[in-house]
């Protein structure tokens, strides 16, 4: 039995770096995509990537990102570069394209390395790892995810550091070591509780659930 991990959530700690990193724009620029004098050019191609992104059309996402990096490139805006690397890397991930997703995330962390940026590692690394266990390669994705976590604890960020034992503790379940699944995934339950993620406790308890099943407790299993 495969666990999924949080995909969804992967895509928003990629896709908050990027979009933080623009302003807000007329809502008529943003509906016909024409620049005035006065504004960026690639605020609007953010605020159309976030609206094409709402409404599910990925390849429209896509095409208005690739716009944003080739202009954050000619600006040699390594900052933006990075970001929109990595929402392109988890969109090609969303669509089933690993090999993609790979590339690009890759280009993204190195990136994230030559400036610095310790949240974009963190976060690139985790969808790396991602990445890693959908393809069964879960040695791999135990790397990548321990990696992020030793970030996000060094930083402080305890919602990070919730997803990543999560993410470690499906990673573990999918290798049967259900003893080190069940204690990391308590683990980012506690944190997820504390932070009021709600969303974070469901998908919690739902996985320790799996890991009662799996190990033969189905009264304790029912109780999640």
């Not at 790396?128 to 321990?146: C, F, M, P, T, V």
């Amino acid at each position: 039995m495969t666990i999924r991990p949080r995909s969804f959530m992967a895509l928003v700690l990629v896709w908050v770096l990027f979009i933080t990193s623009c302003s807000s724009v007329h809502p008529t620029a943003v509906e016909t995509g024409v620049v005035d004098s006065g504004t960026d050019s690639s605020v609007i191609l953010a605020d159309l990537v976030a609206q094409s992104i709402q409404r599910g059309d990925h390849e429209a996402a896509k095409a208005y990102l690739a716009r944003a990096l080739a202009r954050y490139i000619e600006q040699e805006d390594r900052v933006r570069q990075a970001d929109s690397m990595g929402s392109l890397g988890q969109l090609a991930y969303r669509q089933g394209e690993y090999a993609a997703a790979s590339d690009y995330l890759g280009q993204a962390l190195d990136l994230y390395t030559e400036i610095n940026s310790q949240a974009g590692r963190a976060a690139t690394l985790g969808n790396l790892g991602l990445i890693a266990s959908d393809q069964g390669n879960y040695a791999e994705a135990r790397k990548l995810h321990g990696q992020a976590l030793a970030i996000y604890t060094q930083l402080g960020d305890q919602s990070g550091r919730a997803n990543q034992l999560g993410n470690l503790g499906r990673v573990l379940l999918n290798q049967s070591d259900y003893a080190e699944a069940d204690k990391l995934l308590n683990q980012a339950l506690a944190l997820h509780t504390e932070l009021g993620d709600l969303h974070g406790q469901a998908a919690g308890l739902d996985n320790l659930g799996v890991v009662a099943q799996m190990q033969g407790n189905l009264v304790e299993a029912r109780l999640y």
